[in-house]
């Protein structure tokens, strides 16, 4: 199965959440958003070294799995509201005043900054202005 597949799954989500992704998958889903492994290890908190020590076949810890699938389906939302993951990634790197100014891409890094990121998509969507 598909990371795709897995993101119509909430279910399916948590349990690969709970037992963690290879390190094969994180970087697949590093490479579907085009942000650079170090930032994308940073916000993930994985360290740099911890990622280069493991093999391809071994499991990231669950923490950084579940903030990777997040990211990774908050990209693929993403790519669906803009119609192009080019246009979402520069939306992702400009300030937004709906988040009081801040860049999208600097909220990463928790996993509360990726909920209102998405719940801004949401109403992107859904043509609400907030």
Do not use: C
Not at 94 to 102: E, F, H, I, R, T
């Amino acid at each position: 199965m598909s990371l795709k597949e897995i993101f119509h799954d909430d279910n399916k989500l948590i349990s690969i959440s709970r037992s963690g992704i290879t390190k094969k998958d994180y970087f697949e889903i590093v490479e579907s958003t085009g942000i650079a492994i170090g930032t994308f290890a940073q916000v993930t908190h994985l360290t740099p070294r911890t990622l280069q020590r493991k093999k391809m076949d071994e499991f990231v810890s669950p923490e950084a799995s579940e903030r990777a699938i997040l990211i990774g389906k908050l990209y693929y939302t993403g790519e669906k509201v803009f119609g192009n993951k080019e246009k979402f990634k520069t939306w992702m790197k400009k300030p937004n005043n709906v988040l009081n100014g801040k860049i999208p891409n600097d909220l990463l890094d928790t996993i509360t900054g990726i909920g209102i990121i998405n719940d801004e998509l949401l109403r992107i969507e859904y043509g609400i202005v907030s």
